[in-house]
């Protein structure tokens, strides 16, 4: 039967919620991310290259290039102290740069992927081999950052120690894996560049929200419950920061992105072309750990893996990781678990 | 009370009155305490709580009369377990059949060519026009599906909520002028926040309960079957409002409401038809507009902010002064640029009839996860369990709803559809923005966006050249410092 006491009290429950939440939400002035230190070392027109500053000596002197993904921010990997994958890295003893890729606009609608891998990050990763005076470094790509990143050491192995890849998508074959990678495949690419220019940041994530519609709903219940724990709070504004500081795309590069890996899986098929160069997997032999999230709903796992069996490299390892894709940069076990892991990994490949 | 005869229904509606009676007085006090020092408001919410409360009481007298009609309407409502799902059926054709109908009549002109004889062209023209308005006009008067409810007293939704409002008046009604007076009063709080994200977030909240409500407004009717243990599928078809669930469902995809869609499709059919005014006069009056333009007092401070406005002003005076398409000349660039807005306006055709499939086929699935939905609620009644939350309701609506729209965004029809959708839409900007560009930026004296285009193109290949060089250049140093020094390997 229906109880219409609680219904109502549910009610008055979720107004006083609200009512507290105004005032809650009025005191904060400020919502911080990526607050570790860090200096700006290189920069090429929009990109940027950042130096984390380190108060102790690092553990290996060869030093650690992150970059993450384009089409966002690399913010969340040091989104608050007790939740910075960076900050942890640096605390294990790596010695950490970091890609920023920057805002592209209209004037950047030409930028290609080319560009991108052959040019800003062959560019940064040259400066800090200068820098450290080193032949080769360690590199560490997230998701579509990781996924530039086998590109890279597809094509020049030689200036990498290791490579470390977190969530990345390498076979983009099974189009059921989830639906952006079926809508990819039908897409009209060419219409959408050729209009837009640049590919706005809202029209992905509006597309990447239908991977779970209710989301953007159901996340406030939690949030109302969160009105008086000010650190829980902070956690989810800091969050929601991020994932609306997405900056748009190349029109060119996600041209290719879409037309030559997402719909052609030419890198799995070996038939990928960069700046001139084929791009063989089998040229990718340097040491390699490929992070995966078993819950991931973004980037399916068997895309992840699959690359596997197709690297050159002997030294390879999976490693999995239970929980979700964000998981990987900001969950406890990221801290506990997986950061002290990976720089473990990385040092032992230093000499 | 009127309510104390009726047995069944007493502690319902004195509950009702009671706990909304002290709702109200709870959040008077709290918006008191948070506008303190804004005194008309204390005067304002004083009023409006007494008005309230003297509502809720009269409401309450109605609830008795009501309920022999709510006995009446109930045994009114046998119809089949189809009704609902034929709303939206009937939306979709609808939306196919004027589609159609116009496009295939598009179509016929093109296959036709365009006549050289401009009265020809003006006859074809008012005919499409004429067609166009009768659909506009047709759907001002509430559309034929609405007609079809009408005849099946079943489907005659606006008697069946008419009569359901009635019998759950103090409930409903009620909650529903406490919930938007809320949802109103938290409406525009967050633009006092400092904080941008914080702003969003407390937005985010106030939509959240939003949703909430209207998903308690589509509940609420049922809610006497729940009280009396006999809510069964049946009476769940019977008593479910396809209008509102679709509102309910176009917010939460954010889809434009059906007649806010008409009138964005209604404000581009007009705008094409200025275009095509234009493009037959041509830009002779150009000169003469850019005359008057420059001596405007807005032309004077920030004229690039003013565009806008320009532009309009400029397109509402053209449309007024030139005469319709039968002055068109033969094939010459003004008949080219009807032709080209005309082909434009077929693509906004196709779109809108692409764009209704591509709902209907989430107004579906949105119903198969309410129907889930109001099963999985039927067995809890029969067995014997209570309902005793909207929230919970609703997050298991979303978490049916995550389970049945990601398959259905994932199969190769919807994705097929979505992404034919997609790419219309960018091409009619596209086509929009190059005959926009032509009509009336191209003689301004600023630069056009092809222009910068350009510039950026030249800029990047002039960067790329010279970082190439670069590039060699530190190679060959390299070079020259390995012949040198030769690193160990």
Same mark, same amino acid.
């Given at each position: 039967?229906?109880?219409?006491?609680?219904?109502?009290?549910?009610?008055?429950?979720?107004?006083?919620?609200?009512?507290?939440?105004?005032?809650?939400?009025?005191?904060?002035?400020?919502?911080?991310?990526?607050?570790?230190?860090?200096?700006?070392?290189?920069?090429?027109? $929009?990109?940027?290259?950042?130096?984390?500053?380190?108060?102790?000596?690092?553990?290996?002197?060869?030093?650690?290039?992150?970059?993450?993904?384009?089409?966002?921010?690399?913010?969340?990997?040091?989104?608050?102290?007790?939740?910075?994958?960076?900050?942890?890295?640096?605390?294990?003893?790596?010695?950490?740069?970091?890609?920023?890729?920057? &805002?592209? @606009?209209?004037?950047?609608?030409?930028?290609?992927?080319?560009? &991108?891998?052959?040019?800003?990050?062959?560019?940064?990763?040259?400066?800090?081999?200068?820098?450290? $005076?080193?032949?080769?470094?360690?590199?560490? %790509?997230?998701?579509?950052?990781?996924?530039?990143?086998?590109?890279?050491?597809?094509?020049?192995?030689?200036?990498?120690?290791?490579?470390?890849?977190?969530?990345?998508?390498?076979?983009?074959?099974?189009?059921?894996?989830?639906?952006?990678?079926?809508?990819?495949?039908?897409?009209?690419?060419?219409?959408?560049?050729?209009?837009? %220019?640049?590919?706005?940041?809202?029209?992905?994530?509006?597309?990447?929200?239908?991977?779970?519609?209710?989301?953007?709903?159901?996340?406030?219940?939690?949030?109302?419950?969160?009105?008086?724990?000010?650190?829980?709070?902070?956690?989810?504004?800091?969050?929601?920061?991020?994932?609306?500081?997405?900056?748009?795309?190349?029109?060119?590069?996600?041209?290719?992105?879409? $037309?030559?890996?997402?719909?052609?899986?030419?890198?799995?098929?070996?038939?990928?072309?960069?700046?001139?160069?084929?791009?063989?997997?089998?040229?990718?032999?340097?040491?390699?750990?490929?992070?995966?999230?078993?819950?991931?709903?973004?980037?399916?796992?068997? @895309?992840?893996?699959?690359?596997?069996?197709?690297?050159? @490299?002997?030294?390879?390892?999976?490693?999995?990781?239970?929980?979700?894709?964000?998981?990987?940069?900001? %969950?406890?076990?990221?801290?506990?678990?997986?950061?002290?892991?990976?720089?473990?990994?990385?040092?032992?490949?230093?000499? | 009370? /009127?309510?104390?005869?009726?047995?069944?229904?007493?502690?319902?509606?004195?509950?009702?009155?009671?706990?909304?009676?002290?709702?109200?007085?709870?959040?008077?006090?709290?918006?008191?305490?948070?506008?303190?020092?804004?005194?008309?408001?204390?005067? =304002?919410?004083?009023?409006?709580?007494?008005?309230?409360?003297?509502?809720?009481?009269?409401?309450?007298?109605?609830?008795?009369?009501?309920?022999?009609?709510?006995? *009446?309407?109930?045994?009114?409502?046998?119809?089949?377990?189809?009704?609902?799902?034929?709303?939206?059926?009937?939306?979709?054709?609808?939306?196919?059949?004027?589609?159609?109908?116009?496009?295939?009549?598009?179509?016929?002109?093109?296959?036709?060519?365009?006549?050289?004889?401009?009265?020809?062209?003006?006859?074809?023209?008012?005919?499409?026009?004429?067609?166009?308005?009768?659909?506009?006009?047709?759907?001002?008067?509430?559309?034929?599906?609405?007609?079809?409810?009408?005849?099946? +007293?079943?489907?005659?939704?606006? !008697?069946?909520?008419?009569?359901?409002?009635?019998?759950?008046?103090?409930?409903?009604?009620?909650?529903?002028?406490?919930?938007?007076?809320?949802?109103?009063?938290?409406?525009?709080?967050?633009?006092?926040? +400092?904080?941008?994200?914080?702003?969003?977030?407390?937005?985010?909240?106030?939509?959240?309960?939003?949703?909430?409500?209207?998903?308690?407004?589509?509940?609420?009717?049922?809610?006497?079957?729940?009280?009396?243990?006999?809510?069964?599928?049946? =009476?769940?078809?019977?008593?479910?409002? +396809?209008?509102?669930?679709?509102?309910?469902?176009?917010?939460?995809?954010?889809?434009?409401?059906?007649?806010?869609?008409?009138?964005?499709?209604?404000?581009?059919?007009?705008?094409?038809?200025?275009?095509?005014?234009?493009?037959?006069?041509?830009?002779?009056?150009?000169?003469?507009?850019?005359?008057?333009?420059?001596?405007? +007092?807005?032309?004077?401070? /920030?004229?690039?902010?003013?565009?806008?406005?320009?532009?309009?002003?400029?397109?509402?005076?053209?449309?007024?002064?030139? /005469?319709?398409?039968?002055?068109?000349?033969?094939?010459?660039?003004?008949?080219?640029?009807?032709?080209?807005?005309? *082909?434009?306006?077929?693509?906004?055709?196709?779109?809108?009839?692409?764009?209704?499939?591509?709902?209907?086929?989430?107004?579906?699935?949105?119903?198969?996860?309410?129907?889930?939905?109001?099963?999985?609620?039927?067995?809890?009644?029969?067995?014997?369990?209570?309902?005793?939350?909207?929230?919970?309701?609703?997050?298991?609506?979303?978490?049916?709803?995550?389970?049945?729209?990601?398959?259905?965004?994932?199969?190769?029809?919807?994705?097929?559809?979505?992404?034919?959708?997609?790419?219309?839409?960018?091409?009619?900007? !596209?086509?929009?923005?190059?005959?926009?560009?032509?009509?009336?930026?191209?003689?301004?004296?600023?630069?056009?966006?092809?222009?910068?285009?350009?510039?950026?193109?030249?800029?990047?290949?002039?960067?790329?050249?010279?970082?190439?060089?670069?590039?060699?250049?530190?190679?060959? *140093?390299?070079?020259?410092?390995?012949?040198?020094?030769?690193?160990?390997?």
């Amino acid at each position: 039967m229906l109880n219409t006491n609680s219904i109502l009290q549910e009610f008055v429950e979720i107004n006083d919620k609200l009512q507290k939440g105004y005032q809650t939400l009025k005191q904060i002035e400020e919502v911080d991310v990526a607050t570790t230190p860090k200096e700006l070392v290189w920069e090429c027109d $929009k990109v940027k290259m950042y130096h984390y500053i380190r108060e102790t000596p690092p553990k290996c002197d060869v030093p650690v290039l992150v970059s993450f993904a384009i089409m966002n921010r690399h913010d969340v990997l040091d989104l608050q102290p007790d939740r910075s994958l960076m900050k942890k890295l640096l605390e294990e003893g790596l010695d950490i740069y970091i890609m920023d890729w920057g &805002y592209p @606009s209209r004037a950047d609608m030409y930028l290609t992927m080319e560009d &991108y891998i052959l040019g800003y990050l062959n560019d940064a990763i040259d400066f800090v081999r200068r820098r450290h $005076k080193v032949n080769k470094i360690h590199k560490m %790509g997230i998701c579509q950052g990781g996924l530039f990143s086998m590109i890279y050491a597809s094509i020049h192995p030689e200036k990498l120690k290791t490579l470390t890849t977190y969530v990345a998508p390498y076979d983009f074959e099974d189009a059921n894996c989830n639906m952006l990678y079926n809508w990819a495949k039908h897409l009209d690419v060419d219409t959408m560049v050729d209009t837009v %220019g640049v590919v706005g940041a809202d029209m992905l994530n509006n597309a990447f929200s239908m991977l779970k519609p209710s989301m953007d709903v159901a996340k406030y219940f939690g949030v109302m419950d969160m009105m008086e724990d000010k650190d829980k709070l902070m956690n989810f504004l800091r969050m929601e920061r991020w994932k609306n500081d997405c900056p748009d795309l190349s029109g060119e590069m996600y041209r290719k992105y879409i $037309k030559d890996l997402f719909r052609d899986n030419k890198l799995i098929k070996g038939t990928f072309e960069l700046g001139g160069h084929k791009v063989d997997l089998k040229n990718m032999t340097v040491p390699f750990l490929n992070v995966y999230a078993t819950e991931d709903n973004i980037i399916p796992n068997k @895309s992840t893996i699959a690359v596997m069996d197709r690297i050159g @490299s002997t030294d390879k390892q999976l490693y999995a990781f239970p929980g979700g894709h964000i998981g990987v940069f900001v %969950g406890a076990k990221s801290q506990k678990e997986l950061a002290p892991s990976i720089a473990k990994w990385v040092m032992a490949r230093s000499s | 009370m /009127s309510t104390k005869n009726n047995n069944n229904t007493k502690s319902f509606v004195d509950l009702v009155v009671e706990t909304q009676s002290s709702v109200v007085d709870q959040f008077v006090d709290a918006t008191k305490k948070l506008v303190k020092d804004v005194p008309f408001v204390h005067e =304002t919410l004083d009023k409006g709580n007494q008005m309230y409360k003297d509502a809720l009481h009269g409401q309450a007298e109605m609830f008795e009369k009501t309920t022999a009609q709510m006995n *009446e309407t109930t045994q009114n409502m046998n119809q089949s377990a189809e009704n609902v799902k034929n709303f939206f059926q009937q939306w979709f054709e609808n939306q196919m059949n004027w589609a159609k109908t116009t496009f295939q009549h598009q179509q016929q002109n093109a296959q036709n060519g365009f006549s050289s004889n401009p009265a020809d062209w003006s006859n074809q023209w008012q005919n499409w026009m004429q067609q166009t308005n009768q659909y506009w006009n047709q759907n001002m008067n509430m559309a034929p599906y609405y007609q079809m409810m009408s005849n099946n +007293p079943f489907m005659n939704t606006q !008697k069946m909520q008419h009569q359901f409002t009635e019998f759950m008046g103090p409930w409903n009604q009620q909650m529903k002028a406490y919930f938007d007076f809320m949802n109103n009063s938290f409406g525009e709080w967050w633009k006092k926040m +400092p904080n941008m994200t914080a702003a969003d977030s407390f937005q985010g909240m106030n939509k959240m309960a939003e949703s909430l409500t209207k998903f308690y407004e589509l509940w609420a009717p049922m809610f006497k079957h729940f009280e009396n243990k006999n809510f069964n599928m049946e =009476t769940y078809k019977e008593m479910m409002n +396809p209008e509102k669930y679709k509102a309910f469902v176009d917010k939460f995809f954010s889809f434009l409401p059906d007649e806010s869609r008409k009138q964005f499709d209604e404000m581009n059919k007009q705008f094409i038809q200025s275009m095509k005014q234009l493009a037959e006069t041509g830009l002779n009056n150009y000169q003469q507009f850019k005359a008057q333009a420059q001596m405007a +007092p807005w032309m004077q401070n /920030s004229p690039f902010n003013q565009m806008v406005d320009i532009y309009t002003n400029w397109k509402n005076s053209m449309v007024e002064a030139v /005469s319709p398409v039968s002055r068109l000349f033969e094939e010459n660039a003004n008949v080219k640029n009807a032709k080209i807005w005309n *082909e434009i306006y077929d693509n906004m055709i196709t779109l809108n009839l692409k764009n209704s499939e591509l709902q209907y086929m989430v107004y579906q699935n949105s119903m198969k996860v309410m129907d889930t939905l109001a099963e999985n609620v039927a067995v809890k009644i029969q067995n014997g369990e209570q309902v005793d939350s909207v929230v919970k309701l609703f997050q298991e609506w979303m978490m049916l709803g995550d389970d049945t729209f990601t398959k259905l965004f994932q199969s190769d029809a919807y994705s097929k559809l979505m992404t034919e959708v997609s790419s219309l839409q960018l091409r009619i900007k !596209k086509d929009m923005d190059i005959e926009m560009e032509k009509l009336f930026f191209s003689n301004m004296p600023i630069a056009t966006r092809t222009e910068m285009d350009e510039v950026y193109k030249n800029l990047y290949d002039l960067k790329k050249m010279y970082r190439n060089l670069e590039r060699m250049f530190n190679h060959e *140093e390299e070079v020259k410092a390995e012949v040198k020094n030769p690193k160990k390997k």
